[in-house]
């Protein structure tokens, strides 16, 4: 079964810090690739999404992130966080075809001090 | 801008009553799911619901759990006798294309069984 890792659960950075959140997946087949935040009191609103071509994509609120196809990695990247990035960021996969049912990692909670 | 809209927005009852979360999807999306969150969890795949049927159910999804459009706005996750391990917030999501679009998430029903 399709399964995905997010490896830190709570990451505290200060502001302007450079952020890599990491996320690692299980399936050998081709998949769709998908970040979710969810602020404080929000719903979930999609990041950034990789369904092919260039494996560096680029989201809003200046995050990007790579995916690597030999890693099974999708890592989420900001070069310099502010307070207001303070959220909790979900990885998610969905196979390449179908109803596109999503795999949730289990979600970073990210807190940036100001 | 449009957006998937939930009530209510938290929901009690008692064991082994009946409970209706309600979702309006965005108006023009034909794809349909129901996601759920135990705290401190990971957000689960419940179900997928593409013209009228359901497409896809997980593990989760037993006799306990029905989904409905019953009319061109609405849909519905019915839980028929609710367990205490039901309580979770519940996020109904919508997409226009399906495979190769992303989902729109609702802001969450928090239901609470006691």
């Known amino acids: 079964a399709q399964s995905v890792s997010q490896h830190n659960h709570h990451v505290i950075l200060s502001e302007a810090a450079s952020l890599e959140l990491g996320c690692n997946y299980s399936y050998g087949g081709t998949v769709n690739l998908f970040w979710y935040v969810q602020y404080p009191g929000q719903h979930l609103q999609l990041l950034l999404k990789y369904f092919s071509g260039d494996p560096l994509v680029k989201g809003i609120k200046g995050f990007e992130a790579e995916f690597i196809k030999s890693k099974f990695s999708f890592n989420l990247r900001k070069p310099s966080v502010q307070w207001s990035d303070t959220a909790e960021y979900f990885c998610?996969?969905?196979?390449?075809?179908?109803?596109?049912?999503?795999?949730f990692g289990t979600g970073t909670r990210l807190l940036v001090s100001p | 801008e449009p957006e998937v809209t939930q009530t209510p927005s938290h929901q009690v009852t008692q064991m082994g009553q009946e409970v209706i979360l309600r979702c309006v999807p965005i108006?023009?999306?034909?794809?349909f799911y129901w996601y759920r969150q135990i705290l401190g969890q990971k957000v689960e795949f419940l179900v997928s619901?593409?013209?009228?049927?359901?497409?896809?159910k997980s593990e989760i999804f037993d006799d306990q759990f029905s989904v409905e459009r019953p009319d061109g706005s609405n849909f519905t996750l019915k839980i028929r006798s609710t367990k205490l391990e039901d309580s979770a917030m519940y996020f109904c999501a919508s997409t226009l294309a399906g495979t190769f679009d992303e989902q729109f998430f609702g802001p969450g029903t928090r239901l609470t069984v006691l």
């Open positions: 619901f593409y013209n009228n049927e359901i497409s896809e």
């Open positions: 998610a996969v969905a196979l390449n075809t179908g109803f596109q049912k999503l795999v």
């Open positions: 108006s023009n999306h034909l794809y």
